[in-house]
């Protein structure tokens, strides 16, 4: 899916090099539309509030780590009620439809939307659209109230259903104008939200008052940009499961290991933060992070060595490292799912058997490997009530841009601030693991392995930096994960 016409970027230029990354507005293709008080002001949630819209000229700042001499550099516009919003509650037809793979959370997510824009801005009207986006032209849709969705965040996956593919630019929009529905409420990944800008843009050829939001949905938190993705946190405390049976299981015989291979397409952060918050791993493989199994410094020395101090030993592998290994040494040519995924060789088994043949034949060591794969249990799983309060928050933030008029835009936190980001900024590049990044050398210390990394390919790393502050920049986002989220 190839997002054609991607929209012009809306910068705005301030003194001392500021630069605001501006969202669409519906009054940039519509003109003179009319505004309308927000009832917020007149609901009694809001009554205590002491500033309860958003100045429209707040910004938030996409570096807070700078020297004194630097420009003041990129913003986004800061997520939140607005004092005149562009339509009027009875006017209001949305959707919300789940796309990609499941993940915690998406209930939550779903739960809110509803919820806020009908206790919120007194919205009757709001469809549920089944099985991702091809529900748009081929499945039936739901009707969604705050009873039906009352307690839908205790569950798992998405009352919705989902789905890979299935978007058809055309047959959506022609589904969303027959409906009459004006605001679309899209949560998904990187790929969904490439389908999302596309959405937005055939809206705007049209010139439809619709608003288009984008809710970035990926557990392996990889959406780039925003400081985390909901349903990270919870990911990370399931796989504490895992990994401690994996650790009683290698520690309760001789030559143990327990083998955990944990979610991370493209990026290792489950796995990182998983490792760091065990204590229990030896050993922890991400994508990011070539390793090689061979020779001085490769990956069996150090299972030896490990063995030989501790007798057993746990290892974490996130399910996209070593892909080069396993297709050099199974000649496997590359092959995508639906949504234009890499579908990847399982590294666990592989790496397990790799393990068992090496010391077997060549070190003569009988060992005791146990191989836990826990993936679809952790993407299951209801969130948990860190990621429950966060999914609120984005729920919230979402829809408070569309009832202000915003639209062609995904809604996240940039250094603990809710923000509104354009669709290209969080669709053209992943977020990935900085092994040059002090995270990255704290769980290396944390589990006294090597880097298994050359000289070289360190160098190579430090040239891809692009300011002496990239270290610092990476070490804040790696740290903003855990941080509070605040709207």
């Not at 607005?82 to 998406?106: I, K, M, N, W």
């Not at 949560?187 to 970035?216: C, H, M, N, Y």
Request: aromatic residues 8%.
């Amino acid at each position: 899916m190839s997002p054609e016409g991607i929209s012009e970027q809306k910068l705005v230029y301030g003194e001392a090099g500021y630069v605001l990354e501006d969202v669409p507005h519906l009054t940039d293709y519509i003109p003179n539309l009319p505004t309308h008080t927000n009832p917020l002001q007149d609901n009694q949630a809001y009554s205590v509030v002491k500033q309860y819209f958003v100045n429209m000229d707040d910004t938030v700042a996409q570096k807070i780590v700078v020297h004194k001499s630097s420009p003041r550099g990129t913003h986004f516009r800061r997520a939140g009620p607005r004092q005149r919003v562009y339509f009027e509650s009875d006017e209001v037809h949305a959707c919300v439809v789940t796309c990609g793979g499941l993940c915690p959370g998406l209930n939550t997510v779903i739960r809110e939307l509803v919820c806020g824009l009908a206790y919120m801005y007194g919205v009757s009207k709001i469809l549920g659209i089944e099985g991702g986006y091809r529900g748009f032209y081929a499945r039936n849709t739901i009707t969604l109230t705050p009873k039906s969705v009352n307690d839908i965040h205790k569950r798992g996956g998405t009352i919705l259903g989902t789905s890979r593919g299935g978007h058809d630019t055309s047959k959506i929009v022609d589904s969303i104008q027959d409906r009459g529905i004006n605001q679309v409420y899209i949560i998904g990944g990187d790929g969904t939200q490439k389908g999302a800008s596309v959405i937005f843009e055939e809206i705007k050829r049209r010139g439809l008052k619709v608003s288009v939001v984008g809710i970035p949905k990926t557990i392996d938190n990889d959406i780039a940009v925003i400081d985390k993705s909901f349903g990270f946190d919870t990911a990370v405390e399931e796989a504490q499961r895992a990994i401690n049976a994996a650790h009683v299981e290698s520690e309760s015989v001789e030559y143990g290991i327990g083998v955990v291979k944990l979610m991370g397409r493209y990026s290792g952060f489950i796995a990182m933060y998983a490792t760091l918050a065990s204590r229990d791993v030896d050993c922890c493989l991400i994508p990011e992070s070539p390793f090689y199994l061979e020779g001085k410094g490769g990956l069996f020395e150090f299972i030896e060595k490990r063995l030989k101090e501790n007798g057993h030993m746990v290892l974490v592998v996130a399910e996209g490292a070593g892909q080069e290994l396993i297709a050099e040494s199974m000649r496997f040519m590359d092959h995508e799912d639906a949504s234009g995924n890499k579908l990847l060789l399982d590294v666990g088994l592989w790496l397990s058997q790799k393990i068992k043949n090496h010391f077997s034949t060549k070190k003569n060591i009988t060992l005791n490997l146990k191989y836990i794969d826990p993936t679809y249990m952790i993407r299951a799983i209801p969130s948990n009530a860190s990621d429950n309060v966060y999914c609120t928050l984005l729920a919230q933030s979402a829809l408070h841009g569309a009832m202000a008029g915003y639209t062609g835009f995904t809604v996240g936190p940039v250094n603990g601030r809710h923000s509104y980001i354009p669709f290209y900024r969080v669709t053209e590049t992943q977020n990935q693991v900085v092994i040059t990044d002090r995270m990255w050398a704290r769980l290396l210390s944390s589990t006294n392995q090597p880097s298994f990394l050359s000289q070289k390919m360190v160098e190579d790393a430090r040239k891809e930096e692009e300011s002496p502050t990239q270290l610092l920049d990476g070490e804040e986002d790696s740290c903003n994960h855990n941080g509070v989220v605040l709207l």
